[in-house]
């Protein structure tokens, strides 16, 4: 079943991420409710292929864009492709650990 979010809104100022070419999604700092359309749209763009995550420079991670994350990342297992979140910063694993989610729910790396 794939992953189906609302679309995100029109504007983007700080877009759930910016992607570099060839070495996955740098989550953007801010991952809070209103991102979590933005974020679910880059994400689903690399549904198929393996993907690795940047979560180092995310100072805020809200329930909504931690739901895309888990989603995504249930998604890319039944789909056989690896999903990966690699250098989280303190802010990041201290908003997952408030949030209840264990590192290998999101595929978390050191």
Do not use: N
């Not at 700080?14 to 992607?19: K, Y």
């Not at 700092?29 to 979590?36: N, R």
């Not at 420079?57 to 690699?86: I, M, N, S, T, Y």
Request: glycine residues 12%; negative net charge.
């Amino acid at each position: 079943m794939p992953l189906v979010l609302p679309q995100p809104p029109e504007e983007s100022d700080a877009a759930a991420g910016r992607a570099d070419e060839g070495q996955g999604l740098r989550l953007a700092p801010l991952l809070d409710t209103p991102h979590a359309p933005l974020l679910a749209q880059e994400i689903l763009g690399r549904q198929g292929a393996a993907l690795t995550l940047d979560a180092g420079a995310v100072e805020l991670l809200g329930g909504r864009c931690a739901e895309v994350l888990l989603a995504a990342a249930k998604q890319w297992r039944e789909d056989g492709a690896p999903f990966r979140l690699r250098g989280p910063s303190e802010a990041f694993r201290r908003d997952c650990g408030l949030l209840g989610l264990p590192d290998a729910a999101l595929g978390l790396e050191a």
